[in-house]
């Protein structure tokens, strides 16, 4: 079946470097995707999006680029804070608005 | 501008009781989502309406769980009678338009953590 949000479910990044968290999907036909950030305690956060007809997506020290050919997006984080350790997911809609979610990847800043 | 208010922030209670979970999304959305987010299973869709009329229930897990949208400004979740594995995080999202159309990335409450002893 379809599947979005593959992703590493670990990572530790040394705080002031750069984190690539990455994703993948199996539908050919996901023409839109979201990446959120989950902190302890909170909901999933909109920290950005990107449609199948851009590959690349800059947002305030992040990027997104997305790789059509081999069905797979990253967030890139410049610059890491210690306010950037969180669970991040990529999901992507499947069927109307119904939101497909990974299991996440947690990132862990360290100082 | 306030974002999604989901109330209570916490709840536990004993098996058997009666569970209502509420939302209030941000003004102007059209699209309301519940989700439920546990270790085991991730983030699932339970429900989601659009102008406060159900449009796909079919993550509800059973018929012990019910929806409610009764205007634009509130939602409810109810789960009666509860059962421990109900226990979870709780979320509800709005959104102000199709994806189709339009990059409207679904927005989140802070959740409700339900604990169901």
């Known amino acids: 079946g379809e599947s979005v949000g593959l992703h590493l479910p670990t990572l530790s990044v040394q705080e002031g470097d750069n984190s690539i968290i990455n994703c993948a999907y199996s539908?050919?036909?996901?023409?839109?995707f979201i990446w959120y950030k989950q902190e302890s305690g909170k909901g999933p956060q909109f920290i950005i999006d990107?449609?199948?007809?851009?590959d690349k997506r800059q947002g305030q020290r992040v990027t997104v680029l997305l790789n059509k050919t081999v069905k797979h997006l990253s967030l890139q984080i410049a610059a890491t804070q210690p306010g950037d350790s969180a669970v991040y997911f990529c999901?992507?809609?499947?069927?109307?608005?119904?939101?497909?979610f990974g299991t996440g990847t947690r990132l862990t800043i360290i100082p | 501008d306030a974002g999604v208010i989901q109330s209570p922030r916490h709840e536990v209670t004993e098996m058997g009781q009666e569970v209502t979970l509420r939302c209030k999304p941000i003004?102007?959305?059209?699209?309301l989502f519940w989700y439920r987010q546990t270790m085991m299973r991730g983030l699932e869709l339970l429900i989601y309406?659009?102008?406060?009329?159900?449009?796909?229930d079919s993550g509800m897990p059973e018929d012990r769980f019910s929806a409610k949208m009764p205007n634009a400004s509130f939602s409810t979740l109810k789960i009666q009678p509860s059962e421990p594995r109900d226990s979870a995080v709780y979320f509800c999202?709005?959104?102000?338009?199709?994806?189709?159309?339009?990059?409207?990335?679904?927005?989140f409450g802070d959740g409700t953590r339900l604990s169901i002893l």
């Open positions: 999202a709005s959104s102000s338009g199709p994806y189709v159309y339009s990059n409207q990335p679904q927005h």
């Open positions: 539908n050919s036909a996901s023409d839109y």
């Open positions: 990107i449609r199948s007809n851009m």
């Open positions: 999901a992507s809609p499947r069927g109307g608005e119904k939101l497909t």
């Open positions: 003004s102007g959305h059209d699209y």
């Open positions: 309406f659009n102008n406060n009329v159900p449009i796909d």
